[in-house]
């Protein structure tokens, strides 16, 4: 079941090497933004990565305003007029940016705010990501590289600039909170990005050792929570990693929902 489900998931990989004529770097940015967006704002994240190539970003990659610059303004978050310094400054930025690249940014009307954790709120997500762009280039050759789980934490231990501390949205100062991804987020990242383009990677590479690694990182990651879990948990089952929480996703969503009894070894058993 897990391996279909990677399986699964490396198709949409495969359309995003397709669009950026098989370069891994940025088909990893585009799966990566669309992840940092969570189900809620997983469309406008993606969007905006494919609005902005990655190649653009590298260009400026030592200047952190400018990133957060032109990620922010193809977002189309920087359209107001700000009463505060440091938006009113990257807007600046952003104009100039603008013109020189000949970008063409999303509505602010696509991101989504409401229900969501102040922690969740995607200006938030943006500031982390534009955070991850200024302090990793080539990040997705580092993720080959890397040897064990704890080195790919780290590379996601980023912290926003400091207008963050005291802000989650332009323009309205709260508590200073550092703004750092946390561990549960990152766990995320890297069961829906991580290991599916690992995975993905070494089926098209053959080179079997990063299929591998992509199973084991699950298995060293604690369980995910979620409804689908806590209903599976209700019926006696409780997945020790992220592989068997994977695999029971799988199961619920594309055998059981689907009433694909006849399909399923488990359904199956039950007729007979």
Not at 32 to 50: D, H, M, Q, T, W
Not at 87 to 97: D, G, I, M, V
Not at 119 to 128: G, K
Request: proline share 6%; aromatic share 12%.
């Amino acid at each position: 079941l897990l391996v279909e489900r990677l399986e699964q998931k490396t198709a949409a990989i495969a359309d995003m090497l397709a669009a950026t004529g098989n370069h891994w770097e940025e088909a990893f940015y585009r799966l990566l933004a669309r992840n940092f967006g969570l189900k809620v704002n997983a469309e406008p994240f993606e969007a905006l990565a494919r609005s902005l190539p990655l190649l653009t970003l590298a260009k400026h990659k030592n200047d952190r305003r400018q990133v957060e610059a032109l990620l922010f303004g193809q977002a189309g978050m920087l359209e107001e007029p700000f009463r505060e310094q440091y938006p009113s400054e990257l807007a600046k930025e952003y104009r100039f940016l603008r013109h020189k690249y000949e970008l063409v940014p999303l509505s602010a009307a696509h991101w989504k705010f409401l229900r969501l954790r102040p922690a969740n709120f995607p200006s938030v997500r943006l500031a982390q990501f534009a955070a991850l762009v200024y302090q990793s280039a080539h990040l997705f050759s580092k993720i080959l590289e890397a040897k064990s789980l704890r080195e790919l934490e780290n590379l996601f231990d980023v912290q926003p600039g400091d207008y963050w501390l005291t802000h989650f949205q332009f323009d309205k100062p709260s508590v200073k909170r550092p703004k750092t991804p946390g561990r549960d987020f990152v766990h995320l990242l890297i069961i829906n990005t991580i290991a599916p383009f690992l995975f993905h990677y070494g089926k098209m590479k053959e080179q079997e050792e990063y299929q591998k690694r992509a199973l084991s990182l699950l298995e060293e990651l604690p369980p995910e929570a979620n409804a689908l879990i806590d209903g599976w948990a209700e019926l006696g089952i409780r997945p020790r990693h992220a592989y068997q929480t994977q695999a029971l996703i799988h199961l619920k969503t594309r055998y059981c929902d689907a009433q694909r009894c006849l399909e399923c070894a488990v359904g199956n058993a039950i007729l007979k």
